[in-house]
T-cell receptor, first 115, second 112 residues
Framework: DSGVTQTPKHLITATGQRVTLRCSPR?????VYWYQQSLDQGLQFLIQ???????AKGNILERFSAQQFPDLHSELNLSSLELGDSALYFC??????????????FGPGTRLTVT | EDQVTQSPEALRLQEGESSSLNCSYT??????LFWYRQDPGKGPEFLFT???AGEEKEKERLKATLTKKESFLHITAPKPEDSATYLC?????????????FGKGTKLTVNP
Protein backbone atom coordinates (compact mmCIF):
# COMPACT_ATOMS: atom_id res chain seq x y z
CA ASP A 1 0.00 0.00 0.00
CA SER A 2 1.60 3.27 -1.20
CA GLY A 3 -0.52 5.49 1.03
CA VAL A 4 -2.04 7.26 -2.00
CA THR A 5 -5.78 6.72 -2.35
CA GLN A 6 -7.96 7.19 -5.41
CA THR A 7 -11.72 7.02 -5.90
CA PRO A 8 -13.62 5.61 -7.61
CA LYS A 9 -11.84 2.43 -8.71
CA HIS A 10 -14.02 2.02 -11.77
CA LEU A 11 -16.12 4.48 -13.73
CA ILE A 12 -18.33 3.71 -16.71
CA THR A 13 -19.97 6.61 -18.49
CA ALA A 14 -21.24 7.70 -21.88
CA THR A 15 -19.68 9.94 -24.50
CA GLY A 16 -20.26 13.64 -23.87
CA GLN A 17 -20.49 13.24 -20.11
CA ARG A 18 -18.33 14.76 -17.37
CA VAL A 19 -16.62 12.90 -14.51
CA THR A 20 -14.49 13.76 -11.50
CA LEU A 21 -11.64 11.59 -10.23
CA ARG A 22 -10.38 12.11 -6.70
CA CYS A 23 -6.95 11.57 -5.15
CA SER A 24 -5.59 11.85 -1.62
CA PRO A 25 -1.77 12.00 -1.43
CA ARG A 26 0.42 10.35 1.18
CA UNK A 27 0.38 12.13 4.50
CA UNK A 28 2.66 15.15 4.33
CA UNK A 29 3.27 15.06 0.55
CA UNK A 30 2.75 18.45 -1.05
CA UNK A 31 3.10 17.46 -4.71
CA VAL A 32 0.39 15.63 -6.64
CA TYR A 33 0.75 14.36 -10.20
CA TRP A 34 -1.81 12.95 -12.61
CA TYR A 35 -0.93 10.39 -15.27
CA GLN A 36 -2.94 8.64 -17.96
CA GLN A 37 -2.15 5.08 -19.02
CA SER A 38 -3.56 3.65 -22.23
CA LEU A 39 -2.53 0.45 -23.98
CA ASP A 40 -0.80 2.14 -26.89
CA GLN A 41 0.67 5.21 -25.17
CA GLY A 42 1.96 3.92 -21.88
CA LEU A 43 2.07 6.23 -18.85
CA GLN A 44 1.74 9.89 -19.86
CA PHE A 45 2.09 12.87 -17.53
CA LEU A 46 -0.95 15.16 -17.44
CA ILE A 47 -0.48 17.79 -14.74
CA GLN A 48 1.30 18.55 -11.45
CA UNK A 49 0.19 20.55 -8.43
CA UNK A 50 2.36 21.68 -5.57
CA UNK A 51 0.77 22.91 -2.36
CA UNK A 52 -2.37 24.04 -4.12
CA UNK A 53 -0.72 25.69 -7.12
CA UNK A 54 -0.41 24.34 -10.64
CA UNK A 55 3.28 23.63 -11.26
CA ALA A 56 3.50 21.93 -14.64
CA LYS A 57 1.33 20.73 -17.49
CA GLY A 58 1.94 17.87 -19.86
CA ASN A 59 -0.14 16.87 -22.85
CA ILE A 60 -3.40 17.52 -21.05
CA LEU A 61 -6.44 18.15 -23.22
CA GLU A 62 -8.37 21.41 -22.81
CA ARG A 63 -11.41 19.29 -21.87
CA PHE A 64 -9.48 18.13 -18.80
CA SER A 65 -8.79 20.23 -15.72
CA ALA A 66 -7.55 19.65 -12.20
CA GLN A 67 -7.19 21.37 -8.86
CA GLN A 68 -5.59 20.78 -5.50
CA PHE A 69 -7.48 21.79 -2.40
CA PRO A 70 -6.20 23.26 0.91
CA ASP A 71 -6.26 19.78 2.51
CA LEU A 72 -3.98 18.71 -0.41
CA HIS A 73 -6.38 16.27 -2.01
CA SER A 74 -6.73 16.70 -5.75
CA GLU A 75 -9.47 16.24 -8.31
CA LEU A 76 -9.16 15.63 -12.04
CA ASN A 77 -12.18 16.72 -14.07
CA LEU A 78 -12.78 15.20 -17.49
CA SER A 79 -15.54 16.69 -19.64
CA SER A 80 -17.11 16.11 -23.07
CA LEU A 81 -15.81 12.58 -22.83
CA GLU A 82 -14.85 10.67 -25.96
CA LEU A 83 -14.26 6.96 -26.53
CA GLY A 84 -10.52 7.62 -26.70
CA ASP A 85 -10.50 8.92 -23.13
CA SER A 86 -11.00 5.38 -21.86
CA ALA A 87 -7.86 4.60 -19.87
CA LEU A 88 -6.40 4.11 -16.43
CA TYR A 89 -5.84 7.37 -14.59
CA PHE A 90 -3.23 7.41 -11.85
CA CYS A 91 -2.44 9.91 -9.19
CA UNK A 92 1.01 10.03 -7.60
CA UNK A 93 2.50 12.08 -4.79
CA UNK A 94 6.00 12.98 -3.68
CA UNK A 95 7.45 14.49 -0.53
CA UNK A 96 9.88 17.01 -1.92
CA UNK A 97 10.62 18.75 -5.17
CA UNK A 98 13.96 20.27 -4.22
CA UNK A 99 15.71 17.58 -2.15
CA UNK A 100 16.19 13.87 -2.73
CA UNK A 101 14.54 11.48 -2.57
CA UNK A 102 12.32 12.45 -5.47
CA UNK A 103 10.44 9.23 -6.01
CA UNK A 104 6.73 9.38 -6.69
CA UNK A 105 4.28 6.96 -5.08
CA PHE A 106 1.30 5.92 -7.14
CA GLY A 107 -2.28 5.23 -6.17
CA PRO A 108 -4.27 2.20 -7.33
CA GLY A 109 -5.80 4.12 -10.24
CA THR A 110 -9.26 4.79 -11.63
CA ARG A 111 -10.30 2.77 -14.67
CA LEU A 112 -12.47 4.96 -16.89
CA THR A 113 -14.58 3.35 -19.58
CA VAL A 114 -16.43 5.63 -22.00
CA THR A 115 -19.18 3.90 -24.00
CA GLU B 1 12.76 15.96 -25.70
CA ASP B 2 13.35 13.46 -22.91
CA GLN B 3 12.97 9.86 -24.05
CA VAL B 4 13.07 6.41 -22.49
CA THR B 5 13.29 3.15 -24.44
CA GLN B 6 12.98 -0.21 -22.76
CA SER B 7 13.97 -3.58 -24.16
CA PRO B 8 12.91 -6.24 -24.64
CA GLU B 9 9.16 -5.51 -24.77
CA ALA B 10 8.48 -8.98 -23.35
CA LEU B 11 10.65 -11.61 -21.72
CA ARG B 12 9.84 -15.17 -20.74
CA LEU B 13 12.11 -16.93 -18.24
CA GLN B 14 12.12 -20.23 -16.48
CA GLU B 15 12.19 -20.10 -12.71
CA GLY B 16 15.82 -19.65 -11.63
CA GLU B 17 16.97 -18.34 -15.03
CA SER B 18 18.68 -14.98 -14.44
CA SER B 19 18.45 -12.14 -16.96
CA SER B 20 18.58 -8.35 -17.41
CA LEU B 21 16.17 -5.70 -18.59
CA ASN B 22 17.48 -2.61 -20.38
CA CYS B 23 16.43 1.03 -20.15
CA SER B 24 18.08 3.53 -22.51
CA TYR B 25 17.44 7.20 -21.95
CA THR B 26 18.11 10.66 -23.29
CA UNK B 27 17.42 13.51 -20.91
CA UNK B 28 18.61 17.06 -20.46
CA UNK B 29 20.21 16.87 -17.03
CA UNK B 30 19.26 13.66 -15.25
CA UNK B 31 17.88 14.26 -11.81
CA UNK B 32 16.92 10.64 -11.17
CA LEU B 33 16.14 7.35 -12.86
CA PHE B 34 13.37 5.26 -11.36
CA TRP B 35 12.31 1.64 -11.64
CA TYR B 36 8.75 0.57 -10.93
CA ARG B 37 6.95 -2.75 -10.98
CA GLN B 38 3.35 -2.84 -12.23
CA ASP B 39 0.92 -5.72 -11.90
CA PRO B 40 -2.10 -5.86 -14.27
CA GLY B 41 -4.74 -3.26 -13.38
CA LYS B 42 -2.69 -1.91 -10.45
CA GLY B 43 -0.67 1.22 -9.83
CA PRO B 44 3.11 1.23 -10.37
CA GLU B 45 5.01 0.13 -7.27
CA PHE B 46 8.25 1.98 -6.57
CA LEU B 47 11.41 -0.16 -6.59
CA PHE B 48 14.57 1.97 -6.93
CA THR B 49 15.93 5.45 -7.55
CA UNK B 50 19.37 5.91 -9.11
CA UNK B 51 20.93 9.37 -9.17
CA UNK B 52 24.36 9.11 -10.80
CA ALA B 53 26.38 6.90 -13.12
CA GLY B 54 27.99 3.99 -11.33
CA GLU B 55 25.32 3.78 -8.68
CA GLU B 56 23.79 0.38 -7.85
CA LYS B 57 20.83 -0.58 -5.69
CA GLU B 58 19.62 -4.04 -4.62
CA LYS B 59 16.42 -5.47 -3.24
CA GLU B 60 15.94 -9.22 -2.86
CA ARG B 61 16.44 -10.75 -6.34
CA LEU B 62 16.60 -7.36 -8.11
CA LYS B 63 19.63 -5.17 -8.75
CA ALA B 64 19.53 -1.88 -10.64
CA THR B 65 22.57 -0.22 -12.19
CA LEU B 66 23.08 3.10 -13.98
CA THR B 67 25.44 4.43 -16.63
CA LYS B 68 25.36 7.77 -18.42
CA LYS B 69 23.12 6.39 -21.16
CA GLU B 70 21.30 3.40 -19.77
CA SER B 71 20.16 1.45 -16.76
CA PHE B 72 19.85 -2.27 -16.24
CA LEU B 73 17.54 -4.20 -13.96
CA HIS B 74 19.18 -7.55 -13.21
CA ILE B 75 16.93 -10.34 -11.97
CA THR B 76 18.74 -13.19 -10.24
CA ALA B 77 17.09 -16.61 -9.91
CA PRO B 78 13.58 -15.23 -10.57
CA LYS B 79 10.43 -16.77 -9.14
CA PRO B 80 6.93 -16.84 -10.67
CA GLU B 81 5.88 -14.04 -8.31
CA ASP B 82 8.38 -11.74 -10.06
CA SER B 83 6.12 -11.84 -13.13
CA ALA B 84 4.99 -8.24 -13.82
CA THR B 85 5.66 -5.30 -16.10
CA TYR B 86 8.79 -3.38 -15.12
CA LEU B 87 8.76 0.33 -15.91
CA CYS B 88 11.69 2.69 -16.16
CA UNK B 89 11.27 6.45 -15.84
CA UNK B 90 13.51 9.51 -15.83
CA UNK B 91 13.15 12.86 -14.17
CA UNK B 92 14.99 15.83 -15.62
CA UNK B 93 16.57 18.55 -13.55
CA UNK B 94 16.42 22.24 -14.37
CA UNK B 95 13.38 23.24 -12.38
CA UNK B 96 9.76 23.82 -13.34
CA UNK B 97 8.44 20.29 -13.36
CA UNK B 98 9.21 17.06 -11.59
CA UNK B 99 7.26 14.95 -14.07
CA UNK B 100 8.37 11.42 -14.81
CA UNK B 101 8.89 10.32 -18.42
CA PHE B 102 8.21 6.60 -18.68
CA GLY B 103 9.28 3.90 -21.07
CA LYS B 104 6.66 1.47 -22.32
CA GLY B 105 7.88 -1.28 -20.02
CA THR B 106 9.14 -4.85 -20.19
CA LYS B 107 6.56 -7.52 -19.50
CA LEU B 108 8.30 -10.31 -17.58
CA THR B 109 6.81 -13.78 -17.29
CA VAL B 110 8.52 -16.34 -15.07
CA ASN B 111 7.36 -19.90 -15.59
CA PRO B 112 7.58 -22.47 -12.76
Amino acid sequence: DSGVTQTPKHLITATGQRVTLRCSPRSGDLSVYWYQQSLDQGLQFLIQYYNGEERAKGNILERFSAQQFPDLHSELNLSSLELGDSALYFCASSASTVRAPYEQYFGPGTRLTVT
Amino acid sequence: EDQVTQSPEALRLQEGESSSLNCSYTVSGLRGLFWYRQDPGKGPEFLFTLYSAGEEKEKERLKATLTKKESFLHITAPKPEDSATYLCAVQAGGGGSEKLVFGKGTKLTVNP
